[in-house]
């Protein structure tokens, strides 16, 4: 029996060892398909556009600039971790193939936005500071009689608003703090009311130059540029109905929830509880703060008429005078703030993927693309009005907002229509509901909850509702440039509007002449 056990045990592990050895071999080999395959697909991807471009007649310089914006896009999008340290190596790849110039990248970089960026962050890091964003939590869990359905609309309004005074992910921030605490306190699912928070903050950045990045971005390199009333005037109203919009088609979806969280917050207060502890927050300088840099920017088209200054300085301006002052009162904290609320990484990556844009300027892709759109749809606002918002949502909602709007602007701008500006800004502002990486509120807004309950949301579950919200407001936000179109100024027009700021300047400048 010990010669029979010897023969049929030995066999064994001479195979055994051969197939974990064929198995880890085969797994090292897939390991290393699944990393190629990445880098692989960018390398295709951006071939095949070079090939595109060489065909369509590109020089080139314009076939470089438009393979190298779309892997460094791409490469951001699938290594999202290293996205800064990409942005870095393709400014240095597009200046040594000569694409880019040290000039063009500074001129291209946006300082202009970054600076505005940098007020603000600044300003909100002291409101926040201040107390301001818990007086508004605490005011609503202490509304008496409120229900599930008052709820979502007070965090669909409220997300919406903040958005327009104070951007889109302060917003988001403190809003999602607000679901959280109810939620957790009532214990439902925060998934919804966070869905929910976000979309409405998404539209609601809609409304103002303040909103979202791409307002600024496109208000400050429109040509001529647009202020702080024309977002009102022009965008605000289309923002307002698509909000309602967008509060009803989510009313209706998470109605279950919804009637849910009523039944708890009913329960709740028969047995006489609240939504959480109240505590007296002292609010009133840091909301003469808010109301102060509003009043500052809203009258900035007004100020420059006055002061003969360069159209959107004083807006670019506001931000930075309050911070400056806002440190000096609170000089023990500024280095606080500059260091801890602003977001540095952020910032930079922008201003490197404004530069990786803008050589498509540079290179005259742009015009080129213009050209071409010219030619197939003519320069009829009823064509491209749709064309406009359609392409700047799905773009949002698969690309960064920002990095879309820096490449698609000049194009927009070569066209010389101003209800493709409003398209733009809509189109970009709305298209970000449609996927969960589609804003920057969204991802924001995504760490929260994977922070807080180790969770996260898929990507169909968000999906079958983004399309929706999205198709509808993108469909209002048609309807309401179609309706307000006659109605908004030409390009020459707005030309004419800062020609006294110009007139003002040149008087300025001149010598004073001797008689």
Request: hydrophobic residues 55%; glycine residues 8%; aromatic residues 10%.
């Amino acid at each position: 029996m010990a010669g029979v056990e010897s023969r049929t045990d030995g066999p064994p592990p001479a195979a055994s060892t051969t197939s974990l050895w064929a198995f880890g071999r085969s797994e090292r080999v897939a390991g290393v398909l699944r990393r190629l395959l990445r880098p692989g697909l960018m390398l295709i991807v951006s071939g095949l556009a070079a090939l595109l471009g060489w065909s369509l007649g590109l020089d080139r310089l314009q076939v470089i600039s438009v393979s190298m914006f779309i892997v460094i896009i791409m490469a951001t999008l699938l290594f999202w971790q290293f996205r800064l340290a990409i942005a870095f190596v393709g400014i240095g790849a597009l200046m040594g193939s000569n694409v880019l110039t040290l000039p063009t990248f500074i001129q291209e970089c946006k300082l202009d936005v970054i600076l505005f960026l940098v007020g603000m962050m600044v300003t909100v890091g002291v409101l926040k500071e201040l107390g301001l964003f818990t007086w508004i939590i605490q005011s609503v869990i202490g509304l008496k009689g409120m229900t599930g359905w008052t709820f979502v609309a007070i965090i669909v309004f409220l997300g919406a608003f903040m958005a327009c005074v104070v951007d889109e992910v302060t917003s988001i921030v403190f809003v999602a703090t607000l679901v959280f605490q109810v939620c957790d306190t009532l214990k439902v699912r925060p998934i919804p009311f966070l869905i929910i928070a976000v979309m409405g903050t998404n539209v609601g950045s809609s409304g103002t130059m303040l909103g979202n990045p791409v307002g600024i971005l496109i208000g400050q390199n429109a040509e001529p540029p647009l202020s702080f009333v024309d977002f009102l005037t022009w965008s605000f109203p289309i923002m307002l109905v698509s909000l309602v919009a967008t509060l009803g088609i989510l009313m209706w979806w998470f109605r279950a929830d919804i009637r849910l969280l009523t039944e708890r917050l009913h329960a709740r207060r028969q047995l006489g509880l609240g939504l959480g502890p109240l505590v007296r927050v002292p609010y009133k300088r840091s909301l003469a703060i808010l109301i102060g840099m509003i009043g500052f920017i809203a009258t900035h088209h007004y100020l420059e008429r006055r002061l003969g200054l360069e159209p959107n300085t004083v807006l670019i301006v506001a931000p930075l005078v309050i911070a400056g002052l806002l440190m000096m009162w609170r000089h023990t904290r500024a280095r606080h703030y500059i260091e801890a609320d602003v977001e540095w990484w952020t910032l930079l990556f922008f201003m490197m993927l404004f530069a990786v844009a803008g050589t498509l300027e540079h290179t005259q892709v742009t015009v080129r693309i213009a050209d071409s759109f010219g030619n197939v749809f003519g320069d009829r606002p009823v064509v491209l009005v749709p064309l406009v918002i359609l392409l700047s949502a799905i773009g949002s909602a698969f690309v960064d907002n920002i990095v879309f709007v820096a490449a698609f602007l000049p194009i927009v701008n070569k066209l010389e229509q101003t209800p493709l500006l409003w398209a733009l800004v809509l189109g970009t502002c709305f298209g970000g509901n449609i996927t969960m990486i589609g804003s920057t509120a969204n991802i924001v807004a995504l760490g929260m909850l994977e922070k807080r309950y180790r969770t996260s949301i898929y990507f169909l579950h968000w999906l079958k509702i983004g399309a929706i919200v999205g198709l509808v407001t993108g469909l209002i936000a048609w309807v309401g440039v179609a309706i307000l179109a006659p109605h908004m100024p030409t390009v020459q027009e707005r030309l004419e509007r800062i020609k006294p700021h110009q007139l003002l300047q040149t008087e300025a400048a001149e010598p004073p002449t001797t008689q």
